[in-house]
């Protein structure tokens, strides 16, 4: 650099040379050696201002690169390089090829270094190990004491924009950014209140407030969304300081998969298709030299499942892997097999027919289409199989014959395997199909027809339920759907790649179950509801505390799909428009206790408030409030696992062994016999779905063991009486708790059996 250059051209050429400029050794040394020669240039020496900002400059590039670091050289935390919204979370990281070559070097190089992850929240290092799965090293840290007191709180998604303590984008030597003295509990003051409300939910509030608004003008609906909005950050502020971790058990699923519970109830079953391959759905051999035109397979599939539903076989979606499967009460017999054959041969077995017409027959409640005989049933049977034959029977033979394949028939056996021939069914699909086209020469094919298809096995692997939002696993345990073979766990930040098999495997972990309470009661308590234990038998259920019935469900996706019903929705909506017009609806505020006169009171938590709009507050967002009002409602409708199941139809039992319904007074002995009556008799308004009844049935099974284990009595509605201590159950107590209560275990004596009682003992 020649003397004529002034100060500003000294200036402009090291604006251009910074750290950041730098990736290799060599062009570090040139840059310290350029800084020494222009801090020592006469020119230099002449400004005290541009001296003393570049000896700074050069002591700060002294700092990173001469300090001596020990351990850590870079901070890496798991991430991907492609990040997604849901995939964002508060350990946001630096992949490695972004690292500088510099460092990468170093870090190599130097004899104790060693990669880590760092907990921002702890300031914790935690050490990669080969021998052990990274998502296993960073939980069990997660679970540390010195962790868990700051995360009682959801995840923060760092997507929105909010100031994050100590990003790890960092040398781990250096001390962190402005935010590096917040503390998680001020981050979550700063997130919490603008925590947004579900676009759905709002969207469902907004058509309510437009009807039950004295004035459906767009500023008040404005106002009214604002109201709860207001409620719902309130909601989640207060959620922050509750410890979850004591009411774990309440929200415990049952995580055992159908097959396992077949497995465990029914000892004696004679049904052992349970491990189905893949492979056995292909037929044997391609078919060759075949007129293949239409192959629409759903007409005998529809005609296939109409057989099941008349034998009263319930029709399911298998939880472990999402196809279609069948339970038969009368038998206790399940099957995961995907063919028909199976299930086929059952409905056709004489032991099944027997079993179907003495339950139909004892019980004048159950509608079948005729005389519920074992000659009825078997000509039903002989009826479908006709329709499959293409209704042809030989009158010589006692066997069928098949006019599409000119084939007799002469056993069961033999029949089932025809009807699901591959030959046999193209055949019988295209005269289907032309005899449709026949009645209707320009119509549409209709979509219950199916999709085209050459192949039954396919199709019948197209008819199970798919993933969605409605499927109680995805909703029990906060999955979304993440492309065709992938599932994202929001609870453990994870997705599953792989079939439905990798889900379950996954939600059954104790670590999954362990990470999912946690966000079941924030969300129950963020929906005014509530867990609770059934009166007069053993396990949980929710129970909304707002609604102006009593509503009691007995499981998770249940009561998720009441947050979404119009009832819910619409009480919320006049609570609201009671806090914000002179009129308010007088049931719900005598359904709270709230009393209006001189001063508005809630009778309950014994406050007063200033107006009705403090009232409905209250209401809507004070824990104390609703747990008195969810404990209260409970006391008052005491009622058992059939209770709850069947929307207030209780049924009184003795023992176990005895089963009397109250509607129609009549006396069941076995659980068969009572579940039947309970899902298909007329005389109930509310009846289970299909996926509930297997689990209300397997839950029946387990509480009838554990009554009559303690020889009690349902005698009256709200009355349980226990044949052990001779009394009823204290007011304070009900089934469950009162087999642990220390005056139970006296009585029982050396034959008291310690039971966990909780719904995830039976993983």
């Not at 798919?466 to 930040?493: M, Q, T, W």
Request: glycine share 4%.
């Amino acid at each position: 650099m020649s003397e004529s250059k002034d100060v500003d051209d000294i200036c402009e050429g090291v604006s251009d040379l910074t750290v950041l400029s730098f990736r290799k050794l060599d062009d570090i040394k040139k840059l310290a050696q350029h800084f020494r020669y222009v801090i020592n240039h006469p020119v230099t020496q002449q400004s005290p201002v541009v001296l003393t900002y570049l000896r700074n400059l050069d002591e700060t590039h002294r700092n990173i690169y001469l300090k001596k670091r020990e351990g850590v050289e870079v901070e890496y935390i798991f991430t991907t390089e492609k990040k997604s919204n849901l995939q964002r979370q508060r350990f946001n990281s630096l992949p490695v090829s972004e690292v500088p070559e510099i460092l990468k070097t170093e870090f190599m190089i130097v004899d104790n270094a060693k990669q880590v992850h760092i907990c921002t929240d702890c300031k914790v290092e935690i050490e990669l190990n080969d021998e052990e799965p990274l998502m296993e090293s960073l939980q069990k840290h997660f679970n540390l004491d010195v962790h868990l007191p700051k995360l009682k709180r959801e995840s923060i998604d760092v997507a929105e924009p909010i100031i994050l303590p100590k990003m790890s984008r960092r040398l781990s030597a250096m001390e962190g950014g402005d935010g590096a003295g917040q503390n998680i509990e001020h981050i979550i003051q700063l997130v919490k209140p603008t925590e947004k409300i579900d676009k759905t939910f709002l969207s469902k509030l907004e058509t309510c407030l437009i009807r039950y608004l004295p004035d459906n003008s767009e500023a008040s609906i404005d106002a009214a969304v604002k109201f709860y909005q207001t409620v719902y950050d309130k909601l989640c502020q207060d959620m922050v300081s509750i410890d979850f971790s004591t009411q774990v058990s309440s929200v415990a699923p049952i995580i055992m998969s159908i097959k396992d519970n077949v497995n465990q109830n029914f000892a004696t079953d004679a049904n052992k298709n349970f491990d189905n391959d893949e492979g056995e759905q292909a037929p044997e051999k391609p078919v060759k030299n075949q007129a293949k035109k239409y192959r629409y397979y759903g007409p005998i599939e529809a005609l296939i499942v109409n057989l099941l539903t008349n034998h009263k076989l319930l029709t399911l979606i298998d939880d472990r892997t999402g196809k279609l499967a069948f339970f038969c009460m009368a038998c206790e017999y399940y099957t995961l097999r995907f063919r028909y054959d199976s299930v086929l041969n059952h409905v056709f077995s004489d032991t099944h027919t027997h079993n179907l017409a003495c339950i139909l027959q004892s019980d004048e409640h159950i509608p079948f289409t005729k005389e519920p005989t074992i000659e009825t049933i078997k000509a039903m049977n002989n009826n479908f199989k006709q329709k499959c034959l293409s209704n042809f029977e030989k009158s010589y033979t006692q066997g069928l014959y098949c006019s599409l394949c000119k084939v007799e028939l002469e056993t069961n056996e033999s029949v089932i395997l025809h009807i699901l021939d591959e030959n046999h069914l193209a055949k019988l699909s295209d005269k289907l199909y032309r005899k449709m086209k026949t009645n209707n020469p320009d119509g549409p094919v209709p979509d219950e027809w199916g999709p085209k298809s050459l192949d039954w096995a396919k199709f019948l692997a197209s008819v199970g339920k798919p993933l969605n939002n409605r499927d109680h696993v995805v909703i029990e345990n906060f999955i979304k759907p993440s492309g065709k073979i992938a599932n994202y766990c929001s609870c453990c930040d994870m997705t599953l790649r792989g079939p439905r098999q990798v889900l379950f495997n996954h939600i059954r972990q104790k670590k999954h179950l362990r990470n999912a309470a946690p966000h079941k009661l924030s969300l129950l308590y963020k929906n005014h509801c509530r867990p609770a234990e059934y009166f007069a038998s053993f396990g949980n259920y929710y129970v909304c505390a707002i609604c102006p019935s009593y509503i009691a469900l007995p499981s998770f996706a249940a009561i998720v799909e009441h947050f979404e019903s119009t009832l819910h929705i619409e009480t919320i909506s006049k609570l609201i428009g009671s806090a914000l017009y002179p009129e308010y609806d007088q049931k719900l505020f005598d359904m709270n206790k709230i009393i209006v006169g001189d001063v508005v009171k809630c009778e309950i938590c014994d406050v007063t408030f200033v107006d009705s709009s403090e009232a409905v507050m209250h209401i809507l967002s004070n824990f104390n409030h609703q747990n008195s009002m969810i404990e209260s409602r409970v006391k008052s409708n005491k009622g058992d696992i059939i209770s709850v199941y069947m929307r207030g139809n209780y049924v009184l039992h003795s023992e176990g062994a005895t089963f009397t319904c109250v509607p129609c007074k009549g006396v069941f002995n076995s659980i068969r016999s009572l579940l039947f009556h309970l899902v298909y008799a007329e005389h109930f308004k509310e009846k289970p779905s299909a996926e509930n009844v297997f689990r209300f049935y397997l839950e029946l099974k387990h509480n009838v063991n554990m009554l009559s284990r303690n020889k009690y009595v349902y005698y009256d509605f709200g009355k349980l009486k226990c044949g052990v201590c001779d009394s009823d159950v204290d007011d304070g107590e009900n089934a469950k708790r009162h087999v642990v209560s220390p005056r139970h275990r006296e009585n029982m004596g050396a034959s008291y059996v310690n039971v966990n009682l909780d719904a995830s003992a039976m993983e």
